[in-house]
């Protein structure tokens, strides 16, 4: 059994989460610039065992594909060709985001803390979809 990775796939930043090896228990790993993404998670599966990867769909309330969408399929074609051994799958992303500023602000987090670590909001959304998944799949 290996590690499952979720990505909150965003223009500029990226939030990543992964569970540990038995696949129990779901935490933020951390947030990178998008355009080192790619190069960050070959490294990152390789080295720690990586079984699967969940990415957010990013979808609209209404149910049509945000403007986010052509870029993380983008994301995922690349992905699938050059890493076939390691699946890459869609999970609904719909009110991560929002979720995450709630979480992080029943946290305790201090606004400055808030307003300076954008990534934050990213990295915890990340963990939000993986619990999500995780317990969709009975994990």
């Given amino acids: 059994m290996g590690r499952i990775l979720s990505v909150d796939y965003g223009k500029k930043r990226t939030g990543l989460a992964v569970t540990d090896p038995l696949q129990i228990i779901a935490n933020g790993l951390v947030t990178v610039a998008t355009s080192d993404l790619f190069d960050f998670l070959k490294d990152y599966v390789q080295r720690e065992g990586v079984e699967r990867i969940v990415i957010g769909k990013p979808t609209q309330l209404n149910g049509l594909p945000s403007e986010n969408l052509v870029r993380v399929e983008q994301f995922v074609n690349r992905w699938r060709k050059a ?57």
């Fill in 83 to 139: 890493m076939p051994a390691i699946p890459i799958e869609y999970y609904d992303e719909r009110f991560t985001s929002a979720l995450a500023h709630q979480a992080i602000m029943a946290g305790g987090v201090k606004k400055k803390t808030r307003r300076e670590d954008k990534g934050l909001v990213d990295e915890v959304s990340a963990t939000i979809i993986l619990q999500d998944y995780m317990r969709s799949k009975g994990l």
